[in-house]
């Protein structure tokens, strides 16, 4: 068999084999460390029964590995540049699935239903490019997709944001919205070293576990995100102030305050000091005074 394809020999040879040129604007940074994608792959949970689906496989690095100790991968990569080259480094492995698409226009569901069984658990696993990573992770987790974790590579302050606890410096509205569809939790960090060609920025990898159920109840989700994000719009400001900018047009300092009262808030705190239950009090209070 031949050597993997995650060492900096082998990337070198393939890169050199079809002339290719990185293109900095879809974030393509390679891995060539077989040993940091094994144990990516661990603490993920995949084993031979698991589905996986990748988000950019790039020259096939990870997808290669997947193969090795997954059920089935089927991996989403928009340049078209990669196809070929895919083909021809992935050629041993029968129970691989390339699509051609950007994944924020995919319809995962449909994909997931036309290539794994109903029952088999399926994990998605990505070295997400830089420059998207909060959409594609945002996309992924509002399609609410019937998978049992996401674990992601992904630039180190982002990962910290979305796995913070409340009174920290990166705890915040992506934080929110993270944990309200999963529990989160950074798993390691990454050196520049092992991508070629080297990022600007450290790396870590993000563990995220699906929730069946909400942490909290919240009437609208729309709403509730949308108040968080509010209530964090000047991280050094009182909830007051953010509130009584946020609904201006809506309410006057004397109602919010009366509903900050209600629900036992005291609107001097600010945004950083709130747990999510405490968001999803405020947001359904104001919600249901809205209706
Ligand atoms: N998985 C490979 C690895 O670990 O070596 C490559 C990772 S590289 C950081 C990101 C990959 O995502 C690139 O192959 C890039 O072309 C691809 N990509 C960028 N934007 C994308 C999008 N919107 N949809 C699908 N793939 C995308």
């Known amino acids: 068999p031949k050597k993997h394809i995650a060492t900096p020999i082998r990337t070198k040879e393939i890169l050199n084999k079809y002339v290719f040129s990185f293109k900095k604007s879809l974030g393509q940074n ?4 077989v040993n940091i994608l094994k144990n990516i792959i661990k603490h993920a949970g995949i084993d031979r029964k698991s589905g996986v689906i990748e988000v950019g496989p790039g020259i096939g690095a990870l997808t290669e590995q997947l193969a090795i100790h997954a059920d089935k991968v089927v991996a989403f ?4 540049r990669l196809l070929p080259i895919l083909q021809d480094t992935l050629e041993d492995y029968n129970n691989i699935q390339i699509i051609h698409e950007d994944i924020l226009e995919a319809n995962v569901h449909e994909v997931m239903e036309a290539h794994f069984e109903t029952e088999q658990p399926v994990h998605i696993i990505a070295n997400l490019p830089y420059y998207i990573t909060t959409p594609i992770l945002m996309k992924l987790l509002k399609d609410k997709l019937p ?3 996401l674990t992601v590579m992904i630039q180190k302050e982002v990962a910290e944001r979305m796995a913070a606890k409340p009174n920290t410096k990166s705890y915040g509205s ?35 576990v699906k929730r069946d159920v909400p942490p909290v109840h919240v009437e609208d989700e729309a709403y509730f995100f949308a108040l968080v994000q509010a209530c964090f719009g000047q991280r050094r ?5 953010n509130l009584t900018r946020y609904f201006e047009e809506t309410y006057d300092k004397e109602s919010i305050n009366q509903k900050l009262e209600r629900i036992d808030i005291d609107g001097t705190r600010r945004a950083e000091s709130l747990n999510m239950q405490e968001f999803a009090t405020m947001a359904n209070e104001f919600y249901n005074a809205d209706k």
């Open 77 to 80: 990569e928009i340049d078209q």
């Open 147 to 149: 998978v049992s974790s």
């Open 30 to 33: 390679f891995l060539v460390d």
């Open 237 to 241: 400001k009182t909830l007051r102030n």
């Open 174 to 208: 992506l934080t929110i919205a993270v944990q309200y569809y999963t529990q989160a939790e950074v798993m390691m960090s990454v050196p520049r070293s092992v991508f070629m060609p080297q990022p600007n920025v450290d790396s870590s990898v993000l563990h995220l």
